[in-house]
């Protein structure tokens, strides 16, 4: 989490919009699953949307 995130829900959006484009305003979350946690120490919550329009086609990613 960065120190402008406010909770996991907020990480979730703000990776999704980085990694495939994802537009926050046509996603409803529904909740999120119980907290998950590795053997590394790391902390997992998955979050659980719908989205209101699903596009044929996702943005290019930079990474190939």
Do not use: H, K
Request: aromatic share 8%; hydrophobic share 40%.
């Amino acid at each position: 989490m960065w120190r402008s995130d406010t909770s996991p829900v907020e990480v979730a959006l703000r990776e999704a919009e980085e990694e495939i484009g994802l537009i926050r305003r046509q996603v409803e979350v529904i909740g999120t699953l119980p907290e998950y946690f590795t053997r590394n120490g790391y902390r997992v919550t998955a979050v659980v949307c719908l989205l209101a329009d699903v596009p044929d086609r996702w943005p290019e990613s930079p990474i190939t």
